[in-house]
């Protein structure tokens, strides 16, 4: 490839980022409880077979019933990291697939009649294929890559983390190298110098090559200069195991990663989507857009939610990122897509790319409607089905709002909701069954971040007849 046609500026639209996805290595950091551990009266393991947290008290009857058929796996649940002391990154060092707040899901929904079904079937190493780094340099001018210690700039270096995938790992060494070689410092925030801000690297799991891309402390390629170049072209001949190499140019002051400026992304060198294949769809993900760092567990939980729809049924999605779940749910059940709603105007053409593994009658009344979930909440009319997989903050007020006041003409009838934030649900929830139009019929949890003390959970309501 010459070096002319390697150079792709993509024009990017100006939006607001979804929240969650601004992260370091993608979740909030919080501080570590007092206790690590669930109490005795609560602490049990979660069992592949019959996906019940044994031992926990709302599930003791349910345990003694099953325990002639059932016999507790155990699986690795130690996170054995020389980081944990000092990274932030982890809140849990043992007991990684029976987080503490495991005990106040399991009562919540014990309180609606739903006994909660825990998928913990994950490995505990090596799960994290998306991680964002921040590059700064210290008092002493030394440049660092990893996360900032808790409320502070400060970086803590993790090159041995166990949570990140092996190949992240690996070819930070090879940035830090091309680094060294070609003279790129570290950004200093309170000088405002230095080249390099963040470093975001995405794994392709079908090729096993990374997809990374690299903030710089310029508005343009051309204001930063040969420096960007060399530090670019030195990356290309130190690995074969990028999959491309991405810019990002970003001289604003705040906290935010990635800046969202038309023309502010640059493909330099490689393949413009990582491809990642989810229930027999390929998804297409640009480094700009939100992708869940665990894949396999990815791929369970769009399996769970396909069961939940019935062939032919029109399903509407809001949140729907480039489709990773709405497409593939659609793929699996045979279901009709209706629509899609995002914030995010830079995941239309990934998505759209993404129909085209469903038939003609699957996708043909599909569109892609961009902006908020409440501004299009009347579009959920269309729908049999919606799924919604909102940020931390929970869905829109008002599509929560017109959920519970559903009106007598509209065909919904069933809600799948995707949550990684259990506060968030539990307050959407209150809000969508406060007119007593909806039940709740199955609650399931994943574990889609060991280490941490957190469980994505998956709801279905059914509207009353």
Known sequence: ?????????????????????????????????????????????????????????????????????????????TLDCQHFSFCDGCLLAQSLTTPPCSKKIEEYFWKQKVRVLFHSDTPVHGWRSVARLAVRRDDKGRTRIGLFKEDSHSVVEIPHCRVHHPLINGEMETVKKAMKETG????????????????????????????????????????????????????????????????????????????????????????????????????YFPPYVFRQSNIEMLKELVKEISKYIEPRTKVLEFYAGVGAIGIPVAYLSGAELVGACELNGLSKEAYLKATWALTPSQRHNAEFFIGTAAAHRDKLRFSEVIIVDPPRSGMDYALAARLSSVRDNDIIKRIIYVSCKFESLQRDLEIIQRNGKWTLRKAEAFLFFPGTDHWELLCVLDRKV
């Open 1 to 77: 490839m010459t070096r002319g046609s390697s150079l792709t500026f993509i024009p990017i639209a100006l939006t607001l980022n979804r929240e969650r996805s601004e992260d370091l290595k993608g979740h909030r950091r919080r501080r570590r409880p007092s206790s690590l551990f669930l109490s005795p009266i609560f602490k049990g393991e979660i069992c592949r077979s019959c996906r019940v947290l044994h031992g926990a008290r709302s599930n003791l009857q349910e345990t003694e019933k099953r325990q002639e058929n059932c016999k507790v796996t155990s699986v690795s649940d």
């Open 184 to 283: 790129v410092s570290g950004y200093d925030e309170d000088r405002e110098e230095g080249q390099l801000r963040y470093i975001q690297m995405s794994v392709e799991h079908r090729s096993q090559t990374l997809q990374a891309a690299f903030v710089w402390h310029a508005p343009r390629l051309k204001e930063a200069g040969p420096l960007c170049k060399r530090f670019m072209r030195s990356l290309e001949r130190s690995s074969s195991k990028f999959h491309s190499l991405w810019l990002n140019f970003n001289t604003s002051r705040g906290n935010r990663i990635f800046n969202f400026d038309q023309s502010s992304w640059l493909l330099y060198s490689g393949k413009r989507y990582a491809l990642e294949s989810i229930g027999g769809v390929n998804i």
